[in-house]
């Protein structure tokens, strides 16, 4: 049997059924331990119940949260949830319309904590409450470069969406804009991939590379 799987295409990953006397704990869900586990997660959370392993990246993740303004459906979000999840990021904020194509998510975000919020506003009410330092990250005069900048720990990295980039709204709510160095002829790297640049460089100068799988 292939078992369970939470990708959408290609072929087939993962384990197959558990061998030998199954594991006595409740984080163990039986019916992947008997039909297999296919789902896009590292080994360690192998034939685990999604909710155990939400519980258990609750206790990993970093200071840093993530939000994209979706104001023209933009297509990058999937990506950009994808790789927070690959970063343990606290949250993400969708902030605009609510429905996203999920499909460059590849499943992540049913372990990823989602937050939606209509407008920049409604924001910025929730960063003033939880004590974060909004970073806006566009390719603006003035901005500092990412490679160099010191980025707070308890940060709320801010997208705009390909394109337009970041809302008039947005730019002026940030404590600090800052911008990835570019060498060639395009005038913006795409919103997915500055995305995962600015959390790694967040990564880099925060978080415990001990605790990485």
């Known amino acids: 049997m292939t078992g369970p799987t939470e ?28 039909e297999g586990d296919r789902r896009n997660v590292v080994d360690a959370y192998r034939y685990w119940r999604r909710d155990a392993v939400v519980a258990d990246l609750d206790r990993r993740r970093h200071d840093f949260h993530v939000a994209i303004e979706n104001f023209q459906h933009d297509h990058n979000i999937g990506t950009v949830v994808r790789t927070a999840n690959a970063f343990a990021a606290r949250a993400v904020h969708i902030v605009g319309r609510r429905r996203w194509n999920r ?24 960063a003033a409450g939880a004590d974060l330092t909004i970073v ?23 997208f705009g969406q390909e394109g337009p980039g970041l809302t008039a709204q947005a730019r002026d709510a940030a404590a600090m804009t800052v911008s990835i160095a570019q060498f060639g002829s395009t005038r913006s790297v795409n919103a997915g991939v500055a995305a995962g640049i600015v959390m790694h460089s967040w990564i880099r100068q925060h978080a415990d590379l001990d605790r990485a799988w």
């Open 7 to 34: 990708w959408e295409f290609g072929e087939p990953v993962g384990v197959g059924p558990w061998t030998g006397e199954p594991p006595h704990d409740d984080r163990y869900d039986p019916v992947l331990l008997a």
């Open 136 to 158: 806006a990250v566009d390719n603006l005069p003035g901005a500092r470069r990412v490679e160099t900048a010191e980025l707070p720990r308890r940060a709320l990295l801010l």
């Open 103 to 126: 499909r460059g998510a590849m499943v992540t975000d049913r372990y990823q904590h989602l937050e939606h919020h209509p407008d920049v506003e409604h924001l910025l009410k929730y």
